[in-house]
């Protein structure tokens, strides 16, 4: 939420499909704009409801890509539970932005906000005829407001490797990194593991199927770790433009519940 921009609001997912090739040959721009839904208890007592509005540019070269995107984000629900973080909240972590249980009543809020910024770059490896490795890494730049719960206001690395292999038509993968985290007074955040994979397969010379898992570890020591599921569908219409759906689920009290998002994707020759 290789998931550009579900903002993190599901990190990973959004471009899933995308994951199934490797590097063209052809150099290419490409523009996204999408719209993503979730909604979850994050292990609170109120539900929790995010819309993300994600705008992104990429940039494909013969074997290195670089991306750039950021949402705007509206949430509903109690102060604390940040987009894309897995229900972090300072004091407990458990979405209600203070230290009481979970008995007490919490009043729900609507806030809304430019999200954070999302950079990410990539290096493709042939390892073999039909097996590639992407070296990646990811900046995340505190462009959300702390004080609306809208983000960390943290400076995030990442570094991760992805592992593909095609069997013709169709194609899996797997992933794993480490999420380094800035820290201040109000979140504390640990440095966290993640990983994933995902399998995708051509339905037909214009659809592609994908079908995905990502896990990451709670970034406080309260947090849940996140878990989704996510299955996506690619249409291709032309060359240049395409369309994707998606829906997920989460597996535990650091994911949404469910959730799901629409994306168009135009291409651009470089050359």
């Given at each position: 939420?290789n998931?550009?921009?579900?903002?993190?609001?599901?990190?990973?997912?959004?471009?899933?499909?995308?994951?199934?090739?490797?590097?063209?040959?052809?150099?290419?721009?490409?523009?996204?704009?999408?719209?993503?839904?979730?909604?979850?208890?994050?292990?609170?007592?109120?539900?929790?409801?995010?819309?993300?509005?994600?705008?992104?540019?990429?940039?494909?070269?013969?074997?290195?890509?670089?991306?750039?995107?950021?949402?705007?984000?509206?949430?509903?629900?109690?102060?604390?539970?940040?987009?894309?973080?897995g229900?972090?909240?300072?004091?407990?972590?458990?979405?209600?932005?203070?230290?009481?249980?979970?008995?007490d009543?919490?009043?729900?809020?609507?806030?809304?906000?430019?999200?954070?910024?999302?950079?990410?770059?990539?290096?493709?490896?042939?390892v073999?005829?039909?097996?590639?490795?992407?070296?990646?890494?990811?900046?995340k730049?505190?462009?959300?407001?702390?004080?609306?719960?809208?983000?960390?206001?943290?400076?995030?690395?990442?570094?991760?490797?992805?592992?593909?292999?095609?069997?013709?038509?169709?194609?899996?993968?797997?992933?794993?990194?480490?999420?380094?985290?800035?820290?201040?007074?109000?979140?504390?955040?640990?440095?966290?593991?993640?990983?994933g994979?995902?399998?995708?397969?051509?339905?037909?010379?214009?659809?592609?199927?994908?079908?995905?898992?990502?896990?990451?570890?709670?970034?406080?020591?309260?947090?849940?770790?996140?878990?989704?599921?996510?299955?996506?569908?690619?249409?291709?219409?032309?060359?240049?433009?395409?369309?994707?759906?998606?829906?997920?689920?989460?597996?535990?009290?650091?994911?949404?519940?469910?959730?799901?998002?629409?994306?168009?994707?135009?291409?651009?020759?470089?050359?």
């Open positions: 939420m998931r550009i921009a579900k903002t993190g609001i599901a990190t990973a997912a959004i471009a899933i499909t995308m994951a199934a090739a490797p590097a063209s040959a052809d150099e290419y721009w490409q523009f996204s704009l999408g719209a993503d839904y979730s909604s979850g208890d994050y292990g609170d007592v109120e539900d929790t409801t995010m819309l993300a509005i994600p705008v992104g540019v990429k940039f494909q070269g013969d074997n290195v890509w670089f991306r750039a995107s950021v949402p705007y984000v509206r949430v509903d629900g109690p102060d604390g539970v940040i987009p894309g973080e229900g972090v909240s300072p004091g407990n972590g458990n979405g209600n932005g203070g230290g009481g249980s979970g008995e009543i919490v009043d729900t809020n609507v806030r809304s906000g430019v999200g954070d910024v999302n950079l990410a770059a990539g290096y493709t490896l042939p073999g005829d039909r097996t590639w490795f992407d070296l990646i890494g990811k900046v730049l505190p462009t959300a407001s702390k004080s609306k719960f809208l983000g960390t206001g943290t400076t995030d690395y990442t570094l991760m490797g992805e592992l593909l292999h095609s069997f013709g038509g169709v194609s899996v993968a797997v992933n794993g990194g480490r999420r380094f985290n800035g820290s201040n007074d109000l979140y504390p955040l640990n440095d966290v593991w993640q990983a994979g995902g399998i995708y397969g051509k339905a037909g010379e214009q659809l592609t199927l994908g079908l995905g898992y990502e896990w990451r570890e709670g970034a406080l020591d309260t947090s849940p770790n996140r878990s989704e599921v996510t299955g996506s569908a690619t249409y291709k219409v032309s060359p240049g433009l395409l369309l994707q759906g998606y829906g997920y689920t989460g597996l535990s009290d650091g994911s949404p519940d469910v959730g799901a998002g629409l994306q168009v994707l135009v291409r651009m020759r470089a050359d």
